[in-house]
């Protein structure tokens, strides 16, 4: 039968590199978070920019084809 003493503290040791390895995966799940809030932001901003300029390319689509128009018309 083994030592309890021995059992203890190997438990002991194993519960601390437990304790150890969940506090990296939390530094790392933090990080990743923040990355993440950027990578958000990021993507908001890209699709403001790509709506814009779709607005901007069908008002010019509807002015240039007007323009053609008022050219066959004539």
Not at 1 to 23: F, G, N, Y
């Amino acid at each position: 039968m083994p030592d309890p003493t021995l059992v203890i503290l190997e438990l002991v040791s194993e519960v601390a590199d437990l304790r150890r390895q969940l506090a990296e995966v939390q530094d790392h799940c933090v990080e990743m978070a923040i990355d993440a809030g950027y990578l958000n932001d990021e993507i908001r901003s890209l699709r403001r920019e790509l709506t814009a300029a779709r607005r901007e390319k069908d008002a010019l689509h509807a002015k240039l084809i007007c323009s053609a128009s008022r050219r066959s018309a004539a």
